[in-house]
């Protein structure tokens, strides 16, 4: 069955720390779909990023980054130059195939609660 | 933004009454997810839907049932609510067809307690 394990609870740094939030995952899936979420304070979810299994090619937006390292079943998330509006919950999730077709189902991890402080 | 709007999106309710949360999309997308936050768990699939009157089960489904009759609306019914229903509850819509694999957008969630 496919699971999602975020390890860090909760993250406490400094600003302008860097910070890496992890992910590991388990699916006996060939094809799958990664994600992270954003959730701050006031309780929405943001969508922050997809990820195919078929491209572990990193991503860097701003700066935000994500390494995707299928041999380790990991998709990790570094945050460089932590900011106070940076705090949050971030959950990492698996897309679960479906048998309606697609893969629009998703398996969240228990979240990683990240606390900057100025 | 996606237009998903949910109600109530506040309720405290005595155990065992019923309980009925509405999802409403202005998105036209095929998929549509009740999930529930609790501290701990992350968010649990309890429910979604693939096409008007076409449902199935997460892996938190017992003590809930949905309907969908038409595209926009998405209903989830506690028959009996009970204290471990006390949660935040996300309705959330996706696309279909070549949009295999996309993003969920989620609603603004509505929080429930069950006394």
Redesign the interface.
Known sequence: AQKVTQAQTEISVVEKEDVTLDCVYETRDTTYYLFWYKQPPSGELVFLIRRNSFDEQNEISGRYSWNFQKSTSSFNFTITASQVVDSAVYFCALSEPMFSGGYNKLIFGAGTRLAVHP | DAGITQSPRHKVTETGTPVTLRCHQTENHR?M?W?RQDP??????IH?S??VK?T?K??VSDGYSVSRSKTEDFLLTLESATSSQTS?Y?C?I???GR????????G??SRLTVL
């Open positions: 998929y997810y999930y701990g768990h992350g968010l649990r699939l979604y693939y096409g076409d199935d997460g892996e935040v996300f959330a996706s696309g279909s949009n295999l694999g996309g993003e969920l957008f989620f603004e969630g």
